[in-house]
């Protein structure tokens, strides 16, 4: 059946591109103190994707998550980050949070001196929106064994993914990880992996920042890297893997 011209033209304006980006970072600028981190980042996110945010040692990547985030530091001082429909750079950390963006910092944030399941239940209290303690032991079993445990004594792998579990406790729609495979066994880097690909077939959009590009590459849909402190490429994950160039220029490796 033949199409008209107008009927392709409907099709064509009818695509998915032509919607607003799920999560959107548009021309932001941040600051520590005089130090100019975060210097005209633009990028967006569709929904459901995981994305490797990658650059060399100094690039911006942590300072670029910890902006998305709404942290104390760097400093915004211009530029505009949106999620779904909703202004994020005018809000604080603590409302930040509350649209659904939760940051997972390379040190996990675990809370000393109680257990698994406390952990859990404080993360809930602070934003009861999210995930109930049954759910979360479906997803990690592993955490379900160790819930009478303190959670500061369990292994750096166990202790990611309750960093992990504690986002999902609360509204989660964007996950930013920071170095999540830093000083984990191979094995564990696996479990992690495991865990991000359950998280993104619950709709959960990640961004996730690591120094070891060929692991986040693999898992990553698309992938953004950062040179001091400025986009230097925007494409899909595959194209960084298949461009030695690329990789040789930006990461080193």
């Known amino acids: 059946m033949s199409v008209t011209t107008a009927e392709a033209a409907a099709r064509e304006s009818a695509k998915p591109q032509d919607a607003p980006a799920y999560f959107e970072c548009r021309d932001v600028h941040a600051y520590y103190g005089e130090s100019y981190i975060v210097q005209g980042v633009s990028f967006e996110v569709k929904e459901n994707e995981i994305v490797a945010l990658l ?43 509350r649209t659904g963006i939760q940051l997972v910092p390379e040190d996990r944030r675990i809370i000393p001196g109680v257990t698994v399941e406390e952990n859990l239940i404080l993360a809930q209290v602070s934003e009861p929106k999210g995930w109930s303690l049954e759910r979360i032991y479906e997803a990690f079993p592993r955490l379900a064994e160790r819930r009478r445990q303190e959670a500061s004594t369990m292994s750096g792998g166990e202790q990611q993914m309750l960093a992990v579990a504690r986002a999902l406790a609360r509204d989660l729609k964007l996950l930013l990880l920071d170095e999540p495979y830093e000083g984990l066994a191979p094995q564990i880097v696996r479990e992690i992996e495991r865990i991000m690909m359950e998280v993104k077939k619950l709709g959960i959009t990640t961004i996730i920042v690591e120094q070891n590009a060929i692991a986040a590459l693999e898992l990553a849909d698309s992938a953004i890297i950062l040179d001091m402190g400025q986009v230097a490429f925007r494409g899909s994950a595959k194209d960084v893997l298949d461009n030695p160039q690329l990789r040789q220029e930006y990461l080193a490796i």
């Open 55 to 97: 650059g060399r040692n100094g690039a911006g990547k942590t300072s670029t998550l910890r902006t998305i985030a709404r942290a104390s530091e760097p400093h915004v001082t211009s530029g505009e980050i949106w999620l779904d429909g909703q202004a994020i750079h005018t809000r604080k950390a603590h409302e930040a949070a």
